[in-house]
């Protein structure tokens, strides 16, 4: 069973800085995409960013050039860089693994940490 711990949320004034990190247990194949979701109050989950095995990174446009996905394959880490936050960033961050198996994709989550940003 994939485990998906996160860390590294918390309250931040705006135009801070804050780094995410999550940390992935349990057996993980080599080919996967970690990434970063967010849900604000009242909203639906939504994509920040993903990287894929490859280290190859997709970003949402609303946080493109101010966040920084990357990952650790031998740590099985996956870290958000979050600069130049604003109070529209504020929710709760979750982990996502997607591991692309022969016999499909599997999706963990992790349960997530909240970010607040205030003006």
């Known amino acids: 069973q994939v485990q998906l711990v996160e860390s590294g949320g918390g309250l931040v004034q705006a135009g801070g800085s804050l780094r995410l990190s999550c940390a992935a247990s349990?057996?993980?194949?080599?080919?996967?995409?970690m990434g970063w979701y967010r849900q604000a109050p009242g909203k639906q989950r939504d994509l920040v960013a993903s990287?894929?095995?490859?280290?190859?990174?997709n970003y949402a446009d609303s946080v493109k050039g101010r966040f920084t996905i990357s990952r650790d394959n031998a740590k099985n880490m996956v870290y958000l860089q979050m600069n130049s936050l604003n109070p529209e960033d504020t929710a709760v961050y979750y982990c996502?693994?997607?591991?692309?198996?022969?016999?499909?994709?599997?999706?963990?989550w992790g349960q997530g940490t909240q970010v607040t940003v205030s003006l």
């Open positions: 349990g057996r993980i194949s080599r080919l996967n995409t």
């Open positions: 996502n693994v997607v591991d692309h198996t022969a016999w499909g994709n599997k999706d963990y």
């Open positions: 990287i894929m095995s490859g280290s190859l990174a």
